[in-house]
């Protein structure tokens, strides 16, 4: 009885022996590059965890910076955001806080080409687009209408398609080009929702170029129906 236990036990070791000598290095590399993957995602994590967190001690020192009407500290502090950290959300948010300390105290030069990197290299487009929306604004106060038009004109998230047709003809109105600045003003008009209050500025503008309302209506998807 024994020695048939020895030998089934035999022949289940070498079975074992067999099925090792064939998979048992692609099981130790396939082991391999699960705890591998596991590991490097694991560092990853850690990584991203690290990053967030430098760069959020860096956007509180833009905000002190600017509190404090630093402009010096303002810029290096978003400077060294931008080098180490570019490619966080938090780099466009204190890009555009910066901006407006910047634009705040005289500094257009230095606001618009923080306004210029959030709007190219942000990770958010929400904050790509207010940042073309306000360096819009800033080339429309220094005059320079065709600059603020090409901003206006690149690509934006729909959410922010009314508030861009509305600077567009405000852009346009201040060129004396008042039938194009009407029809930016239509387009706005009809992206804005009904319940938004910005929606009553725009028929401000409209009235004030002498285009009714109603006549905007009319030409609405809604208003053709009818």
């Known amino acids: 009885m024994a020695n048939n236990f020895d030998l089934q036990e035999q022949e289940q070791l070498d079975e074992l022996k067999h099925f090792w000598n064939k998979w048992g290095a692609p ?55 931008k080098g180490g950290y570019g490619g966080t959300t938090q780099a466009g948010q204190a890009g555009l806080l910066a901006a407006k300390t910047l634009a705040d ?24 687009a207010l ?8 080339l429309m106060d220094e005059k320079a209408y065709d600059q603020a038009l090409a901003e206006l004109s690149k690509p934006m998230p729909i959410e922010f398609a009314g ?12 060129q004396g080009k008042n039938q194009e600045a009407i029809a930016e003003y239509r387009r706005a ?4 929702g009904e319940g938004v209050e910005y929606r009553r500025l725009v028929e401000a503008k409209l009235n004030a170029l002498g285009a009714q309302v109603q006549t905007v209506a009319a030409v609405s998807p809604a208003g053709s129906a009818q």
């Open 27 to 81: 099981i130790t590399w396939a082991l391999v590059v699960v705890m591998g993957g596991f590991a490097a995602w694991n560092g990853y994590q850690l990584w991203q965890s690290r990053q967030a967190g430098q760069a959020t001690a860096l956007v509180e020192a833009v905000e002190l910076a600017a509190q404090g009407g630093d402009m010096a500290r303002v810029e290096q502090a978003f400077g060294d955001l």
């Open 105 to 128: 105290a005289g500094k257009l030069d230095a606001a618009k080409g923080v306004l210029a990197w959030v709007a190219e290299n942000s990770s958010d487009d929400g904050y790509k």
């Open 131 to 138: 940042a073309r929306l306000r360096l819009a604004g800033v």
């Open 163 to 174: 508030v861009a047709a509305d600077r567009k003809g405000d852009v346009l109105a201040l």
């Open 189 to 192: 008009y009809l992206a804005l």
